[in-house]
């Protein structure tokens, strides 16, 4: 993939952009180029201000000039703000510490909010926070960034290295190898579908955890657990 590739969510955030400040969608990429550099991703463009959007479109030779307002409603569309036809879901809120005893979830995806990506080649990495009692979709990560990377698997690695779990497709073996490492317990789900289901079939194993994943909730698995109360029952008898 080349520098100048743009993710489908970028490209529709300032394809509506420009029909409001009333240029194309050419000219404002390449004025937001000269400020935010390539390649232009969702992170990027959510840094967007009203005066970065000035200086793009009314320095020498600018595209357009605009009113505060118009430049106002620009910047928005390029955050994300009211985009219909978006194919990404929205995010819950979500804040450290709002979701005790719960575990971070990466799902590899290209569409919508649908697990469907392999680990090297997805388009994005979807974040949910999930205990027993709820799940939270908290960030949508995309992968874009991390096409340059000298190893692009490390790179993916350090995006999601707050997550617990990785859910993907498909995975090959140095590239798990390093997901591991990085203490990311990596799943494949080969057959794609809303990542939702796989993410509520997640949540309802956290009840009675299997041994692997209790270690990652940092607590004894239970029949570790009753083996342990049956040892101290032993010893308080002799």
């Known amino acids: 993939m080349s520098n100048t590739s743009i993710t489908r969510e970028a490209a529709l955030r300032i394809g509506l952009a420009a029909l409001e400040l009333k240029v194309t969608p050419r000219e404002l990429t390449l004025a937001l180029a000269e400020k935010i550099d390539l390649p ?24 357009c000039q605009m009113e505060k307002e118009d430049l106002k409603r620009a910047v928005r569309l390029l ?19 709002d979701m005790p005893g719960s575990i971070r979830l990466a799902c590899a995806s290209n569409t919508g909010e649908v697990l469907d990506g392999h680990f090297g080649s997805c388009e994005r990495f979807l974040i949910y926070q999930v205990s027993a009692s709820e799940s939270r979709l908290i960030s949508i990560r995309s992968t ?85 109360a049956n040892l101290e029952a032993v010893e308080e008898d002799v």
């Open 40 to 63: 232009i991703t969702e992170a990027k463009l959510a840094t967007s201000s009203v005066e970065l959007l000035r200086e793009a479109m009314d320095g020498d030779g600018g595209i």
């Open 144 to 228: 874009l960034e991390t096409e340059g990377a000298e190893d692009k698997n490390v790179a993916r690695t350090n995006l999601i290295a707050d997550c617990d779990v990785l859910y993907v497709q498909s995975i090959g073996g140095p590239a798990a190898a390093k997901v591991i490492r990085a203490n990311i317990h990596p799943i494949k789900i080969p057959v794609s579908g809303p990542a939702q289901i796989s993410v509520a079939r997640l949540q309802k194993s956290l009840a009675s955890p299997p041994p692997w994943l209790a270690r990652i909730m940092g607590i004894s698995p239970p029949s570790l657990a009753q083996y342990a």
């Open 79 to 97: 955050w994300g703000e009211g985009v219909t036809g978006s194919d990404l879901p929205a995010l819950d809120a979500y804040q450290e510490g």
